[in-house]
């Protein structure tokens, strides 16, 4: 089967879509510390753009929790591979992800910061699939609603491929 990848999502309206969280995150956060916390690998590159059209102090910490193998179906449970090097106690937490899909993994995640004590903890993303929630979770900041689609690039994979691509696109197998 031949993979083709089609755009959903250009590169200059991820940017410009940066931008306006970056702005609307500022004005909330109103000058406090920021604890920004990666979801790697596929926060990366949102994290890092985001970050960096944030004035003020922002410090970064990564965590690693399993979420898919090698298919595109959710595992259900995740696991925390690795762990963050910070103490947030205190701390405004703001969680980076790629994309929320049925919600499992956030949902897990933030139950899990929260029993460290922030001071607050927010949930930022970059892509939100509305339609295959299967738990709620309350997310403060999202980049572009999608449908039900594969999607990949800006760090988003498939089997580990594609993350590197500067816009996000939908994957196709044509045979
Ligand atoms: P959830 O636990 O089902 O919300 O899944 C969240 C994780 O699954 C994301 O952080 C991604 O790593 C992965 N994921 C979900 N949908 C996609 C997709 O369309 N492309 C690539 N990865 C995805
Ligand atoms: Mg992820």
Redesign the pocket.
């Known amino acids: 089967m031949a993979e083709r990848v089609e755009v959903l999502i250009p590169k200059e309206k991820v940017l410009k879509r940066v931008d306006e969280l970056a702005e609307q995150i500022m004005k909330d956060y109103d000058g406090q510390e920021l604890y920004m916390v990666c979801?790697l690998k596929?926060?990366i590159f949102f994290m890092v753009d985001l970050a960096r059209k944030i004035k003020g102090d922002v410090l970064f910490d990564f965590m690693i929790v399993s979420?898919y193998g090698s298919g595109t179906t959710s595992s259900g449970h995740i696991k925390i591979k690795k762990d963050l090097d910070g103490n947030i106690e205190g701390k405004n937490v703001l969680i980076v992800?790629?994309?929320i899909d049925s919600g499992n993994?956030l949902c897990q995640l933030r139950k899990f910061l929260l029993g460290r004590n922030p001071a607050s903890l927010k949930i930022c993303t970059i892509l939100d699939k509305p339609s295959r929630r299967e738990v709620e979770v309350p997310v403060d900041y999202i980049g572009f609603e999608i449908p039900d689609e594969f999607v990949i690039g800006y760090g988003l994979d498939y089997d580990q491929r594609y993350r590197n691509l500067d816009y996000i696109g939908v994957l196709r197998f044509d045979d």
């Open positions: 979801v596929g926060g979420s992800e790629d994309i993994t």
